[in-house]
């Protein structure tokens, strides 16, 4: 099939074509591009293709060559290469891309080029000038730039490259991820300011533009060209827009021919092949996809998975590939199965599969051209000359069949436009006319395809409309709004009811509708700049549009018009969302069509005729209705209407519109009543404010509370009325509207209009408190009271608020700086809630920066807080509290922060009214409501009824309001004054009412006692304007400032009265006391024998009393030592809780007598890999696993936690019960949002709400009778570290292994044990007599787990497998190596104890290689020492053993045992994760090594703080870790067996002292867990003792042992630094003369340096050149970890004080490390001294000579061994620049979809691996067989972190925490911008930086286990109704 020979032979037919394939990945792209060049390079040249090619040369020569003849060769040898096969994997379908390349790609290239096409290409980029646009088209995820300071809008991006080598990245630029399909617009003049090029592409602009490259192009290679790129167009064309699924162009057909019996017989075959293609949509979502395939293709659930992530992915795939009818059968399940319902089906097709194949190979090469396009700028005006040909029909074909297409294949489409057509400004235009043209019918496709607007051709509308000269051409020439618009209006008037928009949410078509307002934003692009210069085409073309948003506004003009409710509640909430979405699309639009038609006098004129006529249709007959009302001497023609019972609207885009465009009349010289406006049906100046008005009366109708039963629709409509959302188009348009109208109607009758359509008529005659008494109720006055305040507060608005260019004489910085000011006077705020509370612009800025630094100081951040934004001082006296953006909220908050302020500053407690700007010309007007009658009249009403005790239609807050407007109008009368213009009087006008009367009668008025500064203000100011009118020249003319000095001198005054007051008082009570005092002194004196027989309390109490710890260490000796013969032991004290349940009080008893009710705390016990310095080393197995001793390098763990609040065990535990049982009662589908999982025994603290998983018992320390027996006479012998080593020695000599679980009958053995094991009996004894001497002979015959030396062994004889078994396990770690010693054998019975279900009891016994350890009787030892050293030696070694201190066990309750052994147990099951066993022997193993963990972790927590051991320890670490190393001392006395502890013990003597190769080598020891484990179990090693370690000698002994193998650690891995390897003679001379001054110090650095060439020389490594002191310093500085966990273990064990210098708050390493040795009880001097003895060396020498030493030593990676013994894990290095890293992921490729970019890059902090995050693509079955699916992060922490992870979603700036599979947050991520806030999302898109103190936190978080703990707490703050399924992060 695949052979080429015959090609020659093919008959060169002719036809036309169709088909359709998945688009290309760019792994396979790149492959090709590769490949190309590789293949040219090399000259490899198929032969065949070789003469193919020169066929067709010929032909071109001869005239006779077309399009036909290369579609011929396709039609044959496509399907052969691009077919699917039938039934194969439809997931793994893969094709031969070299045979293609060869046969297909090559072939085109070489008849193209006319030669070899490297060096066409070569030559046609030389005549390329160097680019001067950048063009890269983004793909999704893309890092994109814009430029806040110099791009045009913000869609003007640029890319990683093009921004780093740019201006802009100095500039305040902003970042974002780019969505797909845009590019970057570097070069583009139109796109920037300033700056237009980076470094990169301004030299194609400093270069001199050469000819066009086409004139130097050959024209047969120009003709070649053309005809290759115009095959290639139209055979993608119609292969990629078939609509039908089995037709095909007849050219590409096969025909019946191809079944002779040729070569080509097969090609027929594909005829007979058909495939089943599921296409992705957007209604149908993941799961049903996946459902589907399950079922009708029946394949599992990951492959469906997989199907619907390559779907989602390219648009299609194919899901079978067989014959027809099974093709058929899976397309009419799919459709079946998802129609149901009545939903729309996903689309299936069955295809022919040789129609596949064309369709992949179209998808080939239109990537194949996308590449050449961007290869050389001939091919690109080649590529444009094609397309715009015959008025460019193939752009014309595509846009018309673009939902035609599947994602990719549009995706490709659109790429090649922007490629080959956008980057050229002629090509551009003639694009964008053609998209113009056909625009309706795009958008109308649109609406009814199921595509984002991403993948839809009509997304290219950004990249026209956006560029001026495009956007102006368009407009002018082709109509392009009249487009736009009308195809918007065809959709809206499917929604008119009654002439207005009826948006309904839930109808059928509401898709469709959001669908269409894409137009909006088009429109918004088109708009973008306004002309400079306008031509009658553009104002025709301007116009035409602006007519028809004129009827787009009158259709929302009154829409959702609202009726209030009256008697019942409204049944159904009415639909309000929809509209204000439109109106949220619309405001961006209104504003530039303003700016357009205000930049033109002609425009602006018509504009507004056209305006007036519309609104003169749009009022009703309801605004012709009038009615006379009358006020004072005024009679006005009111419009009867009532806003209480007719309908009203809250939107008005007409009328608002018009009041943008008539506050840029006056530019002209032009005004509403000018002649140009003389239209017919012009509305009045009462019509034209009558809608807006209505709304201002419904919204304060709804404050009075009489619009209560219309829900929460009004509500929430009044909300965004005045959110910053909406609030310009909507708030500012309407008051802005009625300042209009204030400048054009008397101001008297403009406030009568405003007072009759309050329905306030009545309230303003002055009778009307008489009328209320007769008739109206009590709901009806507080109506009216407030009424009456909001109209006040309208007034006040309209007279006040003059921050709007235009209105005020300001700017537009001035605007944003009093919106600011306003803002600050509430609180100070961050950058982002600032930035968030104002208005933004056009180009989404609201500007802030230009001003912010002019009225604000930044406080820079200070800990984990946000830096803050605070108001200058200078700024306050512009604060006005009835800032109409103010909500009630922000009002009251802010008066309340500024009466305090001024409190504080000794000034009055009152906000008077600022000083506002003036008006500007036109609007000055308005001033005289502040002076006519009606307004006076009003305050009159409201001061006077003020006065009135009887008075029910006034409150506080109208006077307030009134003063207010008195501010106003004497600041107003102020400002004419000193402008000398006589046209306002407000004081001459205000003698009519006798205003400075009322004012003056309400001084000291009860009413008036809230205000009374205020009105003691605005009297001053009274005066003081009195005085600036009456021109008095008697009396000084005090300025404002000099009242305010004044006031502030009364306020002072008035506060040092009441400061000599409290003096006064205060001595009074002073000489009460003393009075008092002296007739205490007096009765003492006189009862004086009474007094000495009654003991004070102080001397009932015994023991010393509770103090602080500076007290207690003043009574410490002043060397406290914990351990050893020295040990300075205090007394311990009872310690009392009071349990946070019942808040009952209860003791901890000190070791003695009966104690208070058991009591626990709350723990939380965790696997970890936190401090794992091997990543790559993890537990496989744990119901395996071996935890006698924790690894060296820690890769597991296990941690405890407490939260450290106390309970009862009682309580605890019908706490835990309770919420057990009311999880249990739960709904499964609501249990996921717990922040616990009960199913894990997880529940929170009752008081903080930490997680917790367990109950740690508090229990009573073990060194009471230790402290009791300190004072005692008797002598306790010592002994000596030689013979505590023999004394070990006898018992491991005498050490019993039974290596199938049975232990003998021996002699000593407990009776329990008897009795436990009576029906065991039957293994033989075998005691090997060849016994070496302990530390000098190897011994002949190795253990079990570190079992050297000689033993007694007992084999059962189970059968033929068990001594197999036995030999094969001898291999690993607890194994028995070699063979069993000959002896006779008894055959005996085994029997299981089974703990929990039995299970892990089997699994146990069955693999556990290492036997039965058991020690023999301790009489036996001590005769054993006896001959072996002394009698002596044997007492001293029985005493440590005997002696009361150890073996005395304080009384523990039964409910106590049981909680210690449920803690032991969840330690055990919690720990290794495996099912429950009580009488598991690995329990006490597992609670000591999570002591140790837990340690190690505290230990490293306050060394990467920088602390001292002790210093800041929290009460919860401190109380946790006490009663952690308590339970693990009293463990001997909890456990089922106590066997267990013996054979632990055992176990781990022997890998200490004995070693063997089944034992894990010493650098495998982590040397601290083996001194906890054999500190707390050797009491208890021997059958008949039980004890509990109390830091005697022999904790001391075993300190020194595990502290010299860390030291053998340390030097064993010791690697010198190159200079030390090297150091001169006279150097290190030097050094040693200048050490002469500390002998000690000399002698340690040189016998280190001896034990170091030792230890190298036993484990075979080369000697190091070391220099002595440097070793030294090495030592000291590594061994200090291991001394700070030695530190506190021995200190929480026997409760020794510790010494001052481990609480220092300044951490001195080196003086800590001799303060450690001294409390540890070693010598300080020398550490020779310590360690030099023989002994010791012996057991030097057996640990260095183990053969694995040097294999670990040279290692590398997880096959060597510790290296670094300080290392502090961190998290991974982020880069500082948050841009850098974005850049670096943008790239990074999702591992399971053939190289497509990953959506949501996530990298591990902990290990730095990139994941593939919330993607179907990545999910893992986990675990494996149990069809749940988790996504990468979840599947990552499992195995990176033991379920515990901590992420980085580096596109959106977020840091994920997870733990377990379903609980997880989102915390805030450690890069900030420079106001200290962070960007999750980028929504803001500030630079980012990496904030090393943010980046500290989440380290030390990560580092205390503290992940699920933060999990738990976020869950609980933050329960959203929407829960977050974290398994498939």
């Known amino acids: 099939m695949n052979d080429v020979s015959l090609l020659v032979w093919i008959p060169l037919r002719f036809a036309v074509d169709e088909s359709s394939v998945s688009l290309l990945s760019e792994k396979v792209t790149d492959y090709l591009i590769v490949f190309v060049q590789e293949s040219f390079d090399h000259d490899i040249m198929d032969p065949n293709v070789c003469e193919l090619v020169d066929q067709w040369h010929a032909l071109h020569k001869e005239g006779r060559f077309s399009p036909l003849n290369i579609r011929e060769y396709w039609r044959v040898k496509v399907p052969e290469i691009y077919s699917p096969q039938q039934n194969c994997n439809c997931l793994r379908i893969s094709y031969d891309e070299e045979l293609a390349q060869k046969l297909l790609f090559d072939a085109l290239e070489r008849f193209m080029c006319g030669g070899d096409p490297s060096q066409v290409y070569q030559t046609l980029r030389q005549l390329d000038n160097p680019p001067s646009l950048c063009g890269r088209v983004f793909k999704n995820g893309d890092p994109t730039y814009g430029c806040r300071d110099c791009g045009m809008d913000p869609t003007c991006v640029l890319c990683a490259d093009c921004f780093k080598n740019s201006a802009h990245c100095k500039h305040r630029y902003k970042i974002s991820t780019s969505s797909g399909g845009g590019y970057c617009d570097c070069?583009?003049?139109?796109?920037?300011?300033?700056?237009?090029?980076?470094?990169?592409?301004?030299?194609?602009?400093?270069?001199?533009?050469?000819?066009?490259?086409?004139?130097?192009?050959?024209?047969?290679?120009?003709?070649?060209?053309?005809?290759?790129?115009?095959?290639?167009?139209?055979?993608?064309?119609?292969?990629?827009?078939?609509?039908?699924?089995?037709?095909?162009?007849k050219d590409l057909e096969l025909r019946d021919s191809d079944k002779e019996p040729t070569n080509m017989s097969s090609l027929y075959d594909y005829k007979d092949t058909f495939v089943t293609m599921l296409y992705n949509d957007e209604t149908h979502t993941y799961d049903q996809v996946i459902t589907t395939l399950e079922r009708a293709i029946e394949c599992t659930q990951k492959e469906a998975v997989a199907y619907a992530t390559s779907i989602d992915r390219e648009g299609r795939c194919i899901v079978r590939c067989s014959d027809f009818h099974n093709c058929s059968t899976s397309k009419t399940l799919m459709e079946k199965h998802t129609s149901r319902g009545g939903g729309r089906p996903l689309k299936v097709q069955v295809m022919h599969s040789y129609v596949i194949a064309h369709q992949v190979f179209a998808s080939r090469l239109l990537t194949w051209l996308h590449n050449i396009l961007e290869s050389a700028q001939a091919f690109r005006l080649i590529f444009s000359d094609i397309v715009n040909k015959d008025g460019g029909s193939i752009v014309e074909n595509i846009i018309w069949t673009d939902t035609k297409m599947w994602k990719t294949a549009r995706v490709q489409w659109h790429r090649l436009f922007i490629s080959g057509m956008l980057m050229d400004q002629e090509s551009k235009k003639m694009f964008a006319r053609i998209f113009t043209k056909h625009y309706s019918k795009m958008m109308k496709d649109f609406i009814l395809d199921d595509h984002d607007h991403a993948v839809s051709v009509a997304s290219l509308g950004v990249q026209l409309f956006t560029m001026p000269t495009i956007a102006h051409m368009l407009v002018?020439?082709?109509?392009?709004?009249?487009?736009?618009?009308?195809?918007?209006?065809?959709?809206?008037?499917?929604?008119?009811?009654?002439?207005?928009?009826?948006?309904?949410?839930?109808?059928?078509?509401?898709?469709?509708?959001?669908?269409?307002?894409?137009?909006?934003?088009?429109?918004?692009?088109?708009?973008?700049?306004?002309?400079?210069?306008?031509?009658?085409?553009?104002?025709?073309?301007?116009?035409?549009?602006?007519?028809?948003?004129?009827?787009?506004?009158?259709?929302?003009?009154?829409?959702?018009?609202?009726?209030?409710?009256?008697?019942?509640?409204?049944?159904?909430?009415?639909?309000?969302?929809?509209?204000?979405?439109?109106?949220?699309?619309?405001?961006?639009?209104?504003?530039?069509?303003?700016?357009?038609?205000?930049?033109?006098?002609?425009?602006?004129?018509?504009?507004?005729?056209?305006?007036?006529?519309?609104?003169?249709?749009?009022?009703?007959?309801?605004?012709?209705?009038?009615?006379?009302?009358?006020?004072?001497?005024?009679?006005?023609?009111?419009?009867?209407?009532?806003?209480?019972?007719?309908?009203?609207?809250?939107?008005?885009?007409?009328?608002?519109?018009?009041?943008?465009?008539?506050?840029?009349?006056?530019?002209?010289g032009l005004n509403y009543n000018s002649p140009e406006f003389h239209v017919k049906g012009k509305p009045?100046?009462?019509?034209?404010?009558?809608?807006?008005?209505?709304?201002?009366?419904?919204?304060?109708?709804?404050?009075?509370?009489?619009?209560?039963?219309?829900?929460?629709?009004?509500?929430?409509?009044?909300?965004?009325?005045?959110?910053?959302?909406?609030?310009?188009?909507?708030?500012?348009?309407?008051?802005?509207?009625?300042?209009?109208?204030?400048?054009?109607?008397?101001s008297n009758e403009f406030l009568i209009h405003l007072l009759n359509r309050f329905n306030l008529m009545s309230w303003a005659r002055e009778d009307y408190e008489i009328n209320y008494l007769r008739g109206n109720d009590e709901d009806n006055m507080r109506q009216t009271v407030v009424l009456v305040e909001e109209y006040l507060q309208l007034v006040m608005t309209l007279v006040s608020e003059r921050y709007t260019p235009g209105i005020g004489q300001i700017s537009e910085e001035e605007r944003i700086k009093k919106e600011i000011i306003q803002l600050l006077s509430i609180e100070p705020m961050p950058h982002s809630v600032l930035n968030k509370a104002l208005p933004e612009g056009t180009n989404h800025e609201t500007g802030m920066e230009k001003v912010i630094d002019e009225v604000a100081d930044f406080k820079k951040p200070a800990g984990a807080t946000k830096g803050l934004f605070e108001l200058r001082s200078s700024y306050y006296s512009h604060y006005n509290l009835f800032f109409y953006h103010y909500t009630r909220e922000e009002q009251s908050k802010s008066e309340v922060a500024q009466r305090l302020r001024k409190k504080n500053a000794g000034e009055e407690e009152c906000c008077p009214p600022p000083v506002p700007p003036p008006f500007t010309v036109p609007f000055t007007m308005i001033v005289n409501v502040l002076q006519c009658d009606v307004f006076l009249h009003t305050i009159k009403m409201v001061l006077k009824r003020m006065n009135e005790a009887k008075a029910r239609s006034v409150s506080e807050s109208q006077l307030q309001k009134v003063l207010h407007l008195i501010g106003y109008a004497l600041h107003e009368e102020e400002r004419y004054h000193q402008n000398n213009d006589p046209y306002f009087h407000f004081t001459?006008?205000?003698?009519?009412?006798?205003?400075?009367?009322?004012?003056?009668?309400?001084?000291?008025?009860?009413?008036?006692?809230?205000?009374?500064?205020?009105?003691?203000?605005?009297?001053?100011?009274?005066?003081?304007?009195?005085?600036?009118?009456?021109?008095?020249?008697?009396?000084?003319?005090?300025?404002?400032?000099?009242?305010?000095?004044?006031?502030?001198?009364?306020?002072?005054?008035?506060?040092?009265?009441?400061?000599?007051?409290?003096?006064?008082?205060?001595?009074?009570?002073?000489?009460?006391?003393?009075?008092?005092?002296?007739?205490?002194?007096?009765?003492?004196?006189?009862?004086?024998?009474?007094?000495?027989?009654?003991?004070?309390?102080?001397?009932?109490?015994?023991?010393?009393?509770?103090?602080?710890?500076?007290?207690?260490?003043?009574?410490?000796?002043?060397?406290?030592?914990?351990?050893?013969?020295?040990?300075?032991?205090?007394?311990?004290?009872?310690?009392?809780?009071?349990?946070?349940?019942?808040?009952?009080?209860?003791?901890?008893?000190?070791?003695?007598?009966?104690?208070?009710?058991?009591?626990?705390?709350?723990?939380?016990?965790?696997?970890?890999?936190?401090?794992?310095?091997?990543?790559?080393?993890?537990?496989?197995?744990?119901?395996?696993?071996?935890?006698?001793?924790?690894?060296?390098?820690?890769?597991?763990?296990?941690?405890?936690?407490?939260?450290?609040?106390?309970?009862?065990?009682?309580?605890?535990?019908?706490?835990?019960?309770?919420?057990?049982?009311?999880?249990?009662?739960?709904?499964?589908?609501?249990?996921?949002?717990?922040?616990?999982?009960?199913?894990?025994?997880?529940?929170?603290?009752?008081?903080?709400?930490?997680?917790?998983?367990?109950?740690?018992?508090?229990?009573?320390?073990?060194?009471?009778?230790?402290?009791?027996?300190?004072?005692?006479q008797d002598v306790?012998?010592?002994?000596?570290?030689?013979?505590?080593?023999?004394?070990?020695?006898?018992?491991?000599?005498?050490?019993?292994?039974?290596?199938?679980?049975?232990?003998?009958?021996?002699?000593?053995?407990?009776?329990?044990?008897?009795?436990?094991?009576?029906?065991?009996?039957?293994?033989?004894?075998?005691?090997?007599?060849?016994?070496?001497?302990?530390?000098?002979?190897?011994?002949?015959?190795?253990?079990?787990?570190?079992?050297?030396?000689?033993?007694?062994?007992?084999?059962?004889?189970?059968?033929?497998?068990?001594?197999?078994?036995g030999r094969h396990q001898s291999q690993g770690a607890g194994g028995l190596r070699g063979r069993p010693p000959h002896g006779p054998k008894l055959h005996h019975h085994k029997k299981h104890k089974k703990g929990g279900d039995g299970k892990e009891e089997k699994e146990e016994s069955q693999n556990c290689t290492e036997g039965t350890w058991t020690s023999a009787p301790f009489p036996k030892v001590r005769l054993e020492i006896m001959a072996s050293s002394s009698l002596e030696a044997a007492d001293a070694f029985s005493f440590l053993f005997n002696h009361p201190a150890s073996t005395t066990i304080p009384v523990i309750e039964p409910q106590t045992s049981e909680?210690?052994?449920?803690?032991?147990?969840?330690?055990?099951?919690?720990?290794?994760?495996?099912?429950?066993?009580?009488?598991?022997?690995?329990?006490?193993?597992?609670?000591?090594?999570?002591?140790?963990?837990?340690?190690?972790?505290?230990?490293?927590?306050?060394?990467?703080?920088?602390?001292?051991?002790?210093?800041?320890?929290?009460?919860?670490?401190?109380?946790?870790?006490?009663?952690?190393?308590?339970?693990?001392?009293?463990?001997?006395?909890?456990?089922?067996?106590?066997?267990?502890?013996?054979?632990?013990?055992?176990?781990?003597?022997?890998?200490?002292?004995?070693?063997?190769?089944?034992?894990?080598?010493?650098?495998?020891?982590?040397?601290?867990?083996?001194?906890?484990?054999?500190?707390?179990?050797?009491?208890?090693?021997?059958?008949?003792?039980?004890?509990?370690?109390?830091?005697?000698?022999?904790?001391?002994?075993?300190?020194?042992?595990?502290?010299?193998?860390?030291?053998?650690?340390?030097?064993?891995?010791?690697?010198?630094?190159?200079?030390?390897?090297?150091?001169?003679?006279?150097?290190?001379?030097?050094?040693?003369?200048?050490?002469?001054?500390?002998?000690?110090?000399?002698?340690?650095?040189?016998?280190?340096?001896?034990?170091?060439?030792?230890?190298?020389?036993?484990?075979?490594?080369?000697?190091?050149?070391?220099?002595?002191?440097?070793?030294?310093?090495?030592?000291?500085?590594?061994?200090?970890?291991?001394?700070?966990?030695?530190?506190?273990?021995?200190?929480?064990?026997?409760?020794?004080?510790?010494?001052?210098?481990?609480?220092?708050?300044?951490?001195?390493?080196?003086?800590?490390?001799?303060?450690?040795?001294?409390?540890?009880?070693?010598?300080?001097?020398?550490?020779?001294?310590?360690?030099?003895?023989?002994?010791?060396?012996?057991?030097?020498?057996?640990?260095?000579?183990?053969?694995?030493?040097?294999?670990?030593?040279?290692?590398?990676?997880?096959?060597?061994?510790?290296?670094?013994?300080?290392?502090?894990?961190?998290?991974?290095?982020?880069?500082?620049?948050?841009?850098?890293?974005?850049?670096?992921?943008?790239?990074?490729?999702?591992?399971?979809?053939?190289?497509?970019?990953?959506?949501?890059?996530?990298?591990?902090?902990v290990c730095g691996k990139m994941l593939c995050s919330q993607s179907y693509c990545c999910q893992t079955e986990f675990p494996e067989g149990s069809r749940h699916m988790v996504g990468a992060c979840t599947y990552h922490a499992h195995h990176c972190g033991a379920g515990t992870g901590i992420f980085l979603r580096v596109r959106e700036c977020k840091i994920l925490l997870l733990s377990g599979k379903i609980k997880g947050c989102f915390v805030n991520p450690p890069y900030l911008d420079e106001y200290g806030e962070t960007d999750q999302g980028l929504k803001r898109g500030n630079p980012l930086h990496l904030d090393n103190v943010q980046y500290g936190r989440l380290h030390a978080i990560w580092l205390s286990h503290a992940i699920p703990d933060t999990i738990a707490h976020t869950m609980e703050s933050n329960s959203n109704v929407v829960a977050t399924e974290w398994q498939h992060l």
């Open 187 to 249: 070069g583009d003049r139109e796109a920037w300011k300033t700056d237009v090029f980076c470094h990169i592409h301004i030299k194609g602009q400093m270069v001199q533009q050469n000819e066009n490259p086409l004139e130097k192009i050959p024209s047969d290679l120009t003709e070649r060209i053309q005809l290759v790129f115009d095959t290639i167009l139209q055979y993608a064309k119609e292969l990629l827009t078939i609509e039908e699924a089995f037709s095909i162009p």
């Open 476 to 668: 002018a020439e082709e109509d392009v709004l009249v487009r736009l618009l009308n195809t918007f209006l065809s959709e809206c008037e499917k929604k008119l009811k009654d002439d207005k928009l009826a948006l309904e949410h839930r109808s059928s078509n509401t898709s469709s509708f959001r669908r269409i307002q894409y137009i909006l934003y088009d429109l918004k692009y088109l708009l973008g700049v306004k002309p400079e210069v306008w031509t009658d085409d553009l104002r025709r073309g301007f116009l035409h549009g602006y007519n028809l948003i004129l009827r787009l506004l009158s259709m929302m003009q009154g829409m959702d018009p609202m009726i209030r409710q009256v008697g019942t509640h409204m049944e159904y909430e009415p639909e309000w969302e929809s509209a204000f979405n439109l109106h949220i699309k619309l405001a961006a639009v209104i504003p530039l069509v303003i700016d357009w038609a205000a930049s033109d006098r002609i425009v602006l004129i018509k504009a507004y005729r056209l305006l007036l006529r519309e609104l003169g249709e749009t009022c009703t007959e309801d605004m012709k209705r009038r009615y006379v009302r009358e006020l004072l001497d005024y009679s006005v023609s009111c419009i009867e209407y009532d806003v209480s019972s007719a309908p009203v609207s809250i939107h008005l885009p007409l009328s608002r519109i018009a009041a943008g465009l008539t506050l840029h009349l006056d530019k002209y």
């Open 684 to 746: 009045s100046p009462e019509e034209l404010m009558e809608p807006v008005l209505r709304t201002q009366v419904m919204i304060a109708q709804v404050h009075a509370g009489m619009w209560r039963r219309n829900g929460f629709s009004l509500i929430n409509q009044i909300y965004f009325y005045h959110n910053v959302r909406c609030r310009q188009e909507m708030l500012d348009r309407d008051v802005m509207l009625l300042q209009i109208a204030a400048t054009l109607i008397d």
């Open 988 to 1272: 001459r006008r205000a003698q009519k009412i006798e205003l400075l009367s009322l004012l003056e009668d309400l001084v000291g008025h009860h009413r008036t006692n809230t205000h009374k500064d205020l009105l003691s203000w605005t009297i001053r100011k009274y005066h003081a304007v009195l005085n600036l009118s009456a021109g008095v020249t008697k009396q000084p003319q005090l300025s404002e400032a000099a009242l305010a000095s004044a006031s502030t001198s009364v306020a002072v005054h008035a506060s040092a009265e009441k400061k000599r007051k409290a003096d006064l008082v205060a001595q009074r009570k002073a000489r009460i006391m003393a009075k008092m005092a002296a007739m205490q002194q007096s009765f003492i004196k006189t009862n004086e024998t009474l007094f000495e027989e009654t003991p004070s309390t102080v001397e009932q109490i015994p023991d010393i009393p509770e103090s602080s710890l500076m007290d207690i260490t003043e009574q410490l000796p002043e060397d406290m030592i914990a351990i050893g013969p020295r040990q300075t032991l205090l007394m311990p004290k009872e310690i009392s809780y009071t349990c946070i349940l019942c808040h009952q009080e209860d003791s901890v008893g000190s070791g003695e007598g009966p104690t208070g009710r058991p009591m626990v705390l709350g723990g939380l016990i965790q696997r970890s890999t936190v401090l794992s310095q091997n990543r790559a080393l993890r537990i496989e197995q744990p119901e395996n696993h071996d935890p006698l001793i924790l690894p060296a390098d820690l890769h597991w763990g296990v941690h405890t936690s407490s939260c450290g609040h106390a309970m009862h065990a009682q309580c605890w535990q019908k706490y835990f019960e309770d919420v057990f049982t009311k999880e249990r009662r739960r709904p499964y589908r609501i249990r996921q949002n717990l922040s616990f999982d009960i199913e894990k025994s997880e529940y929170l603290c009752p008081l903080c709400e930490a997680l917790c998983n367990t109950a740690l018992p508090l229990l009573p320390g073990v060194t009471y009778t230790a402290a009791k027996m300190r004072n005692s």
């Open 1276 to 1365: 306790p012998p010592v002994i000596s570290l030689v013979d505590w080593l023999k004394g070990l020695q006898a018992v491991l000599k005498l050490k019993t292994v039974v290596m199938s679980g049975v232990r003998p009958d021996e002699e000593g053995t407990s009776q329990d044990d008897v009795d436990m094991e009576a029906a065991q009996q039957g293994g033989s004894v075998v005691t090997s007599r060849a016994v070496p001497s302990f530390g000098i002979t190897v011994p002949t015959t190795a253990g079990s787990v570190g079992g050297g030396g000689s033993a007694s062994v007992v084999v059962s004889r189970l059968g033929p497998g068990t001594a197999a078994v």
């Open 1459 to 1805: 909680m210690m052994g449920n803690f032991a147990h969840a330690v055990y099951m919690h720990g290794l994760g495996v099912n429950p066993n009580l009488s598991s022997r690995r329990i006490p193993l597992m609670v000591w090594d999570t002591v140790a963990y837990t340690i190690h972790t505290l230990e490293q927590t306050q060394r990467n703080a920088n602390r001292a051991l002790l210093t800041s320890l929290s009460s919860r670490q401190h109380d946790c870790l006490a009663a952690l190393v308590k339970f693990a001392a009293h463990v001997p006395s909890c456990v089922k067996k106590k066997q267990h502890i013996e054979a632990a013990s055992l176990r781990l003597l022997s890998v200490v002292f004995e070693g063997g190769e089944s034992s894990p080598c010493f650098l495998e020891w982590d040397t601290f867990s083996v001194l906890v484990t054999l500190s707390l179990s050797l009491p208890s090693v021997f059958p008949n003792i039980q004890g509990m370690a109390i830091g005697s000698a022999q904790d001391l002994y075993l300190l020194q042992v595990c502290f010299l193998a860390h030291l053998v650690q340390l030097l064993i891995t010791y690697e010198p630094q190159t200079t030390e390897m090297d150091v001169d003679l006279d150097y290190e001379t030097n050094d040693l003369c200048e050490e002469q001054s500390s002998s000690s110090t000399n002698s340690d650095a040189s016998w280190l340096v001896s034990v170091l060439t030792c230890c190298r020389a036993l484990a075979n490594l080369n000697p190091l050149n070391v220099e002595p002191q440097r070793l030294l310093d090495y030592i000291k500085e590594n061994c200090l970890p291991f001394l700070r966990c030695c530190g506190l273990f021995f200190h929480f064990l026997t409760e020794v004080p510790t010494p001052e210098e481990l609480q220092s708050s300044v951490w001195v390493p080196e003086s800590e490390f001799y303060c450690l040795l001294r409390y540890l009880g070693l010598s300080m001097n020398s550490l020779r001294s310590t360690f030099d003895n023989p002994a010791l060396m012996e057991l030097v020498n057996r640990w260095c000579s183990d053969n694995r030493v040097g294999t670990l030593v040279a290692g590398a990676g997880s096959e060597g061994c510790v290296q670094s013994w300080m290392r502090i894990n961190q998290l991974v290095s982020l880069p500082p620049d948050y841009s850098e890293l974005i850049n670096t992921v943008s790239q990074f490729p999702c591992p399971a979809s053939s190289g497509d970019d990953s959506r949501t890059p996530t990298m591990c902090l």
